[in-house]
């Protein structure tokens, strides 16, 4: 099993002694582990995850990973919170939920130990639904952690709600006191006979930043990048859209590939799957029909999960993607239209490629690259002075591991100042998280191998 990386225990610890904390670490570098492991030490009985809607399947994958005989329990719509289960996860969804059941529920049943409010800056807004949900539910939920990498979006005033649930002796004050203290305040009138109180920036912010340090515990990714392997690697289970599944059954894909196995003898074991997926890549016309299908299913999801991610990390963050059929990386271009997209295919003419490369590496509202893993795979550079992207993200991936190696390598260059997170997106509950898990492990160990320190010529 891994060990924790220095920051990891140092989370984990000061969150099983239940000293009040603000896990702000940067995305991609272990907020979810870190708060796992804090259960298992504290040996928390009863403990919450409250979490967007995207992450709730990476939770559940996360938990069944370091803390294996945890009993855990999705919950979905009205439900009564059984004494039975050690983890609950609840979307931020539910949170939001006029009368909710659900923070009925929270705020009348059994207690918790802890709780973990993942992407805790959903919850800065005063007057959402969820802020008062939590606000009412509180009391239930133990220690209250927050984890995000992006604790303020706007100002200052952002931070107030958690600050006042999970650490109010700390900050020992309203709201209206902390604003004038800290927020650029002035009142603005709209068209009605009262002004309105508005926030136009922060002020005092070295007094603030002393203030709250006892309670942020901020870890930046090129901090601990000494700690971190050259490209981290990971699986993200995202839920499956059955709708865009018609004719073969997924099933046929885990059947091909027994098959495929079996021929090659007894002795064939689980990393022979390669050179089975390789066989079957290109050969068989039922597979390579469901394996266009299941990029189609897999795009609702992963749009969701991208969207997220984009929104989540800093505006000047840029986010690398990869697909393999054309109507995935099409479907990724429209979906994420918002971003600017470079797009980047086979069907690419030389003059558009550098083009799109250009934008990327310059435009500032591009915050998106969606290429095609053969074609955006090798011989172009994606970091640059204007350009941070150390995130990478993989819809679809290449049956062939060291593609996959080479098309995040396009991070990991010379110019380089963060720890690059490669992920790929697998259909959870299928055989593609079994595929994917397999092509992670194999792609760690070429980067590991083979690591060139981005040689220009990688």
Same mark, same amino acid.
């Given at each position: ?101 659900? =923070? ?52 200052? #005033? ?162 690398? =993607? ?114 994917? #898990? ?21």
């Amino acid at each position: 099993m891994n060990e924790l990386f220095p920051h990891q225990f140092e989370g984990a610890f000061r969150l099983s002694a239940g000293t009040p904390t603000y896990l702000a670490f940067d995305m991609g570098i272990g907020k979810t582990r870190t708060f796992i492991e804090a259960a298992k030490m504290r040996d928390a009985k009863r403990i919450l995850v409250i979490c967007p809607a995207s992450a709730v399947l990476v939770w559940k994958r996360e938990i069944a990973l370091w803390d294996r005989a945890a009993t855990l329990q999705i919950v979905k719509g009205s439900i009564t919170f059984l004494a039975a289960a050690k983890y609950y996860i609840v979307s931020h969804g539910l949170m939001s939920q006029k009368n909710s059941p659900v =923070v009925e529920a929270l705020a009348n049943g059994k207690p918790f130990d802890m709780t973990a409010i993942d992407e805790a800056h959903a919850f800065n807004a005063a007057d959402s639904n969820r802020v008062k949900a939590l606000y009412r539910a509180a009391p239930k939920l133990g220690d209250i952690f927050p984890l995000s990498g992006t604790p303020m979006r706007n100002h200052v #005033g952002d931070l107030y709600t958690l600050l006042s649930i999970c650490w109010p002796k700390g900050l020992n004050m309203n709201r209206a006191a902390f604003e004038d203290r800290f927020c650029k305040v002035s009142h603005k009138y709209f068209g009605g006979s009262r002004p309105i109180r508005v926030i136009e920036g922060s002020k005092n912010i070295d007094v603030l930043k002393k203030l709250i340090a006892p309670f942020m515990l901020r870890v930046r990714k090129e901090q601990v990048f000494k700690d971190l392997p050259a490209i981290l690697w990971d699986t993200v289970p995202i839920p499956l859209d059955s709708s865009a599944m018609t004719g073969p059954d997924i099933d046929l894909l885990e059947k091909a590939v027994n098959q495929a196995m079996a021929a090659k003898g007894a002795a064939a074991g689980l990393d022979d799957m390669v050179g089975a997926l390789a066989q079957l890549n290109g050969a068989d016309t039922s597979i390579m029909s469901l394996r266009r299908m299941l990029g189609a299913a897999k795009l609702r999801g992963a749009t969701e999960y991208i969207v997220d991610m984009l929104d989540n990390l800093p505006a000047d963050r840029k986010v690398l =993607v990869f697909g393999h059929h054309a109507h995935v990386i099409a479907s990724l271009a429209r979906h994420l239209g918002e971003y600017s997209p470079a797009v980047l295919t086979g069907l690419t003419t030389p003059k558009d490629r550098e083009a799109a490369v250009d934008k990327f590496l310059t435009d500032p509202k591009c915050r998106v690259f969606i290429g095609n893993i053969q074609a955006a795979g090798t011989a172009i550079t994606l970091v640059g002075p204007k350009c941070r992207c150390s995130d990478v993200v993989f819809v679809e991936s290449s049956w062939t591991p060291m593609d996959n190696a080479q098309a995040a390598c396009r991070v990991h260059r010379i110019g380089q100042k963060d720890g690059v997170v490669a992920r790929m997106l697998s259909a959870a509950g299928t055989v593609d998280d079994l595929i994917s #898990g397999l092509l992670v492990r194999k792609a760690r160990e070429f980067t590991q191998l083979f690591d060139t320190e981005g040689a220009p010529n990688a």
